[in-house]
């Protein structure tokens, strides 16, 4: 069963100034475990689509199932972790107790929590800011704990909304590498949303284009640069290939310079 | 309302943390209480000294009071009389002691009447934040509730009061200056907590709804502690303000044993001995204070909500 199949989805938000189409037409599969990202300019509706997903706003036109559930159904089961644009961290609740917050919403007992929170918070190199309040850590930091949080329980389907934009390339990179294995160990399906070109190329099976005013799909770019992706991969002819194809689908018309957005 | 909105309303843009200045707030607050009526003090020194005995006159209309002995005594001698018997029967006791006894009454009635005009306003905003249908038909009649006059209210509650026979139960006259109270006391809650509980920002919000939280839920884990910046100035302002209806429903009612009646039995008595109502008076306004400040150690443990909070 596919993790996500949108039929014909489109997205109207009236206001009294007048509508605007924020989506329109969007048909997509995103099978199990596969991980797609979605890109393009600034206003074309990526979040509105992931918000769609995630049941926090209805489309206006068209069929969405989220595994074979409508996306309330899927909602209420918990089949999906998020990740926000904005980290969305409650202030009052130290780092530890944030990334506990789903667990603990849905009963899981206190050493459980405790146990799967310093897990995640290594895993996003936090370790030592686990007593720590928000306030007491920067921008990519707390965009850190809120994709440990997205994680704490291990959904079947993740939905991120640029999780590495606050962050450094050096953090980037090594979250990135995570990423895709947590990935692949867990089977997870995502959809990961993202402004960068090589980002998109080096985390997932599909890119998927998108282009503004109405947000439609433009182009889908398979990249096929196998499961194990290590540091190497970066420096890969094949690598550079799949990001020109992005480029170029993102642009429109073929890119004839070899500049490569390698950020 | 939109007035008391304000005053309500915490900075949000820059939570800066306030943890660390946590202790030394108490202290402060006291001091700064100590300042401010040590202040008022020298100031009516001062209006005494500056202001002619006879008042100050405008052609044939009077626009600043009689300032001699009789209408404004000397805080000195304030101070003296409290120290002194009340009347000169054998046997009383000083003003002092029914001051503070009668003090003790009227804030106990006051805090009863804080404590259930407290948790109405939390029932009442929690009920308008569920259903917005409810904040827009409530919050007219709220605001309207200000409007009325406690002295016309106060007769009422005590009539309807007197009806009340359930079992063993019987109405008591204080449990009206505590209603009465509770009526001035829940309003800036009710403002407060609203506003709080609609303060965490949509990112938040929909946080919980992914996790499929319910209402209940969301409100223990996110809307009530987010509240608290907004809460803690709110439930000391109640306080002040059901220090005042108590004392002006003990007066309205006929109630005895508060500050409230003993302030109108000592003005009897303002002619001949003007340093008495006096300190009856500024008792009541001390009292307003020290239940405010009682108040405000509820905020001492809540230190990691207070992120947002002005002070
Ligand atoms: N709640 C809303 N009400 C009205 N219009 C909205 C709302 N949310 C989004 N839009 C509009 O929908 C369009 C798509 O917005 P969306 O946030 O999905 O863009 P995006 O692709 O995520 O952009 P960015 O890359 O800058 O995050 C925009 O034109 C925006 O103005
Ligand atoms: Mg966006």
């Known amino acids: ?263 | 309302m939109t007035d008391l909105a304000t005053t309500l309303a915490p900075e949000r843009t820059a939570p800066v943390p306030v943890r660390p200045r946590e202790r030394s707030t108490v202290g402060r607050r006291i001091l700064v209480g100590v300042l401010a009526v040590l202040l008022l003090a020298a100031l009516w020194e001062l209006v005494k000294v500056v202001v002619p005995d006879g008042g100050g006159h405008l052609g044939e209309a009077s626009v600043l009071p009689r300032t001699d002995d009789l209408a404004m005594p000397h805080v000195w001698d304030i101070v003296d009389r409290v120290l002194q018997p009340e009347t000169s029967a054998t046997g009383s006791p000083t003003v002092l002691s029914a001051m503070l006894s009668a003090c003790w009454f009227t804030l106990r009635v006051a805090l009863a009447g804080w404590l259930v005009g407290s948790i109405g306003g939390l029932l009442l905003a929690a009920l308008m934040q569920r259903w917005q249908l409810a904040e827009s038909a409530l919050v007219p009649w709220v605001v309207l509730s200000q409007t009325v006059p406690l002295i016309a209210l106060a007769p009422l509650v005590v009539g309807w009061g007197g009806r009340i026979h359930v079992g063993t139960f019987e109405w008591q006259r204080w449990m009206s200056v505590a209603l009465i109270a509770s009526y001035l006391a829940f309003f800036p809650v009710t403002i407060g907590a609203l506003r709080g509980f609609q303060s965490p920002p949509a990112a938040q919000v929909e946080l919980f709804r992914a996790q499929a939280a319910s209402w209940n839920r969301t409100m223990l884990s996110l809307r009530l502690p987010a509240s608290v910046p907004y809460l803690l100035p709110a439930l000391r302002l109640g306080a002040a303000t059901a220090v005042v209806g108590a004392i002006v429903a003990e007066v309205s009612t006929g109630t005895k044993g508060g500050i409230g009646r003993l302030i109108i039995s000592y003005a009897q008595s303002a002619s001949g001995d003007p340093a008495k109502p006096w300190a009856a008076i500024a008792a009541a306004a001390l009292l307003g204070l020290v239940a405010a400040g009682l108040v405000s150690l509820l905020g001492l443990g809540l230190g990691r909500y207070r992120y947002a909070e002005v002070r």
């Open chain 1, 1 to 263: 069963m596919s993790a996500v199949e949108a039929r014909g989805v489109g997205k109207v938000f009236s206001s009294r100034s007048g509508d605007v189409v924020a989506l329109e037409g969007i048909d997509l599969t995103v099978a199990a475990g596969e991980f797609v990202a979605l890109i393009g300019p600034s206003g074309c509706g990526k979040s509105t689509l992931l918000r769609l997903i995630a049941d926090l706003d209805a489309p206006t036109t068209g069929e969405l199932t989220v595994f074979g559930k409508t996306p309330q159904q899927a909602r209420e089961a918990q089949d999906y972790g998020i990740a926000f644009q904005q980290a969305g961290l409650l202030p009052w609740r130290t780092v530890t107790a944030n990334v506990e917050l789903p667990l603990e919403l849905h009963g899981v007992g206190k050493a459980e929590r405790a146990g799967r929170a310093r897990e995640l918070l290594s895993l996003v190199g936090l370790d030592d800011f686990a007593g720590h309040f928000p306030h007491q850590l920067s921008g990519g930091m707390q965009q850190r704990v809120a994709i440990a949080r997205s994680l704490a329980e291990r959904p079947s389907l993740l939905l991120m909304d640029e999780p590495f934009g606050a962050l450094d390339e050096m953090t980037r990179e090594r979250m990135q590498t995570e990423l895709v294995r947590i990935c692949a160990e867990s089977g997870a399906a995502v959809v990961f949303v993202t402004h960068s070109i090589p980002e998109a190329v080096f985390l997932s099976q599909r890119v998927v284009v998108m282009s503004p005013r109405p947000g439609r799909i433009s182009a889908v770019v398979p990249v096929n640069l196998g499961d194990v992706r290590g540091e190497g991969l970066r420096e890969d002819a094949s690598f550079f290939a799949a990001v020109t194809a992005v480029r170029e689908a993102l642009h429109g018309t073929p890119v004839t310079a070899r500049g490569v957005d390698l950020r």
